[in-house]
């Protein structure tokens, strides 16, 4: 068991531009969890996946983001058009199916500038 | 919908001392309760978590919690403080997706 890992764990990016994260579960957890935590929040849901499929999201996931997992394995999260109000940290978790705790990842921190 | 409320942005005890962080939650099924740690700068881990087995749960790190349903509540204590249980903390309730609350920074004096 080698824990969440997410990439990158810094990316500093432009207004604009678009950036791409990527999500690798616990390998035996079929439950992938996007949030967004800003700073002296607690994380907010974003989205999650079963398998391969997208069950959920939130309404905060706006059309400039769009979350994949294509083959129920790793996943991505992309944001088009950054603002400088995407600037935070993305959290990635799994779990089992049907096991409600979910193990988060160490997160990705955005800064748009 | 589910919701967690924690009292007390910001926590402050002497090392040694009894941490009591509180959480109340709102819930229209048998919720699903856990706490979460946090360092800076990493992500969150879980202490430890209710799954309507036995209302005291124990966790790691000496942390407990004990559900409440007449309260509402699941709080979090642990008996002495140590310097590394500074951190925030997080309660949490999930269904498929996990609502947290706003967080408690536990901040230990020595």
């Known amino acids: 068991d080698t824990g969440v890992s997410q990439d990158p764990r810094h990316k500093i990016t432009k207004r604009g531009q678009n950036v791409t994260f990527r999500c690798d579960p616990i390998s035996e957890h079929n439950r992938l969890y996007w949030y967004r935590q800003t700073l002296g929040q607690g994380p907010e849901f974003l989205t999650y996946f079963q398998n391969e499929a997208q069950l959920e999201k939130s309404r905060l996931l706006s059309d400039r983001f769009s979350a994949e997992r294509p083959k129920g394995s790793f996943s991505t999260l992309e944001i088009q058009r950054t603002e400088q109000g995407d600037s935070a940290m993305y959290l990635c978790?799994?779990?089992?199916?049907?096991?409600?705790?979910?193990?988060f990842g160490p997160g990705t921190r955005l800064t748009v500038t | 919908a589910q919701s967690v409320t924690q009292l007390g942005s910001h926590v402050s005890v002497s090392e040694g001392a009894l941490v009591l962080l509180r959480c109340n939650y709102s819930s229209s099924v048998p919720p699903y309760l856990f706490w979460y740690v946090q360092y800076p700068n990493q992500g969150l881990q879980l202490l430890l978590k209710y799954t309507s087995a036995a209302t005291l749960v124990k966790g790691i790190n000496g942390f407990e919690a004990e559900f409440k349903k007449s309260e509402t509540s699941f709080h979090l204590t642990k008996p002495s403080a140590h310097m590394s249980d500074a951190a925030e903390y997080f309660c949490?309730?999930?269904?498929?997706?996990?609502?947290f609350g706003a967080g408690t920074r536990l901040t230990v004096k020595p």
């Open positions: 949490a309730v999930s269904n498929n997706d996990m609502r």
């Open positions: 978790a799994s779990s089992r199916a049907g096991a409600y705790e979910q193990y």
